[in-house]
């Protein structure tokens, strides 16, 4: 008979204070992410329930192989973090599904509607190759939103949404990659999930 492999959980630090990253050996997510604010929103996802238990829990972003987890402000990781990381581990090695129901692949909707033009196919490409992977490195997510009057606009998700660094990493880094790469980009402004 085949035991299941044992379930590890560790934590990783992220940019924004607020959040840290619990990566899992386990898959969660196969092809798409999903962001629960409050509980209320959580009603397809008893892991998601679960740890909106604990009242340090403000909201989860949940992918693949982790779980960004953000606290209430009053609230210290040092507390609180081998809380999370055992109620991750007990939940997954108990073998109930972390989705009761899988939720639907969220796309951004691009709000001009057209067919993307060069300009729009070469920024998300450039998000894609350059930018994507370190902000999912770091538990967020980016993706393109629209491309109106010189402006870029992103949807920021996971650790990234009310991160303190954010605005300091779209203009120093984002910003000045996309106005170096992509004529016509003049800036660049973010929204959160």
Known sequence: MNTPSPVFVYAEST?????????????????????????????????????FSHPFVSSLYITRNFITVTRHNEY????????IRESIRVFLESGESPFSRLPEKE????????????????????????????VEQDGGEIAFKQFEN??????????CSGCPSSTFTLKAGIEQLLCKMVPGVQGVMAENG
């Open 15 to 51: 940019p924004n204070p607020l959040t840290l990253k619990f990566v899992v050996n386990r898959g969660l997510l196969p092809d798409r992410s999903v962001e629960y604010l409050n509980v209320g929103e959580a009603s397809d996802s008893p892991i998601a329930v679960t740890l």
């Open 76 to 83: 210290e990781w040092v507390e609180i973090m081998p809380q």
């Open 107 to 134: 796309e951004i909707v691009i709000e001009n509607k057209q067919p993307l033009g060069e300009t729009e196919s070469k920024i998300i490409e450039i998000l894609d190759e350059y930018i994507r992977p370190a």
């Open 150 to 159: 010189g402006i870029v606009h992103l949807v920021l998700k996971g650790s």
